[in-house]
């Protein structure tokens, strides 16, 4: 049996098929690399190049990898863009993870993880915000995701023999320790990536967006999860309900947040240098903070997080910002 990846050659996707091999798994992978690469995707998972809303083409791979799990992060993902662009985000979050889900079923795959967001959330107004808060999500992104996780609910109520759990992260950072892969997307807009970018001269100046905020400092404050442990998660996670544990929502963070101007301290100590840091505007769709109560994810699935130390993942974000810097990546047929 394998467990199919989609945006398997993404950021989060890639570290999920490195995660899922080093630990004796059969991995294939579906992404239409719109932001993945093809060199991100290790040579021992098949990759099919293509579109999760092709039925045809998921209902293939399904039967030919006798697929018997799905770990789903293809779509969109930057909240600003989704406030110009609802629609993008509706299609590529919403309806191609409906045709996803529709050709799992027909295709009888029992165990589907869902790549959702602490954005369902919005401002939760208490934190560390627990999964049974209320959820009012600030922008389509948002929104999108929360679609998404009532098409499965219903779709899990519906079908005795489907089951999910769907993870909402919290801000994901770093790269792997290993060096393998990392975030590798231009013009990322994830805070750490692009401060490590900033850092190492990639760009010229990076932007703070408000410092009016009703904060300690003024900054947002976000709950920085390293990506490696957020893939150890899915992969406990995907034990659980092969063990028949049952469908879940649940949280996926540390538990304590971190404002933008402390995320910048930290960068510029572990660069060991200053940073040509520019306040402006706020953002539309940002929320003021949002800081994870992750106990469900750690008593259900037995998480324990290894690497909840900033400065450890702002290190492994430089020290991949460096190797991209240095290395000429090859795609999978070597040109």
């Known amino acids: 049996m394998s467990v199919l990846v989609t945006g398997g050659a993404g950021y989060i996707g890639s570290h999920m098929v490195w995660e899922l091999l080093d630990h004796g798994e059969s991995v294939v992978v579906l992404d239409r690399l719109s932001s993945g690469f093809d060199w991100a995707v290790p040579a021992e998972a098949p990759l099919h190049v293509g579109d999760v809303g092709d039925g045809e083409l998921v209902a293939r791979i399904i039967q030919e990898h006798k697929v018997d799990a799905i770990i789903h992060f293809a779509g969109s993902l930057i909240v600003p863009e989704s406030m110009s662009d609802p629609l993008q985000y509706y299609e590529n979050n919403t309806c191609k993870t409906r045709s ?187 929320a003021v903070a949002v800081v994870a109560n992750s106990d469900l994810a750690r008593r259900e699935f037995g998480w324990a997080p290894r690497l909840d130390n900033l400065d450890g993942i702002v290190s492994d974000a430089l020290s991949w910002e460096r190797i991209l810097a240095t290395k000429n990546w090859p795609n999978r047929t070597g040109s």
């Open 100 to 286: 996803l889900v529709a050709t799992a079923v027909r295709e009888k795959v029992p165990h589907f993880i869902f790549s959702s967001t602490a954005a369902v959330y919005g401002t939760a107004g208490v934190e560390p915000v627990r999964e049974d808060a209320m959820t009012k999500p600030e922008s389509p992104y948002g929104t999108s995701k929360l679609m998404t996780e009532w098409i499965l609910r219903d779709t899990a109520a519906a079908h005795a023999d489907f089951d999910y759990t769907v993870l909402r992260y919290f801000n994901v950072a770093g790269a792997d320790p290993k060096g393998r892969t990392g975030q590798s997307t231009p013009g990322a807009t994830l805070l750490i990536k692009v401060a490590a970018e900033t850092a190492l001269g990639k760009r010229p100046f990076m932007q703070i967006y408000g410092d009016d905020y009703p904060t300690p400092d003024g900054t947002c404050i976000r709950d920085y999860i390293h990506v490696t442990d957020l893939v150890a998660a899915h992969r406990l996670a995907l034990n659980r309900l092969r063990a028949g544990g049952g469908s879940l929502v649940a949280n996926c963070g540390y538990g304590h947040g971190y404002s933008v101007l402390e995320v910048m301290d930290s960068v510029k100590r572990v660069y060991g240098g200053e940073i040509d840091v520019r306040i402006t505007g706020r953002r539309p769709g940002d």
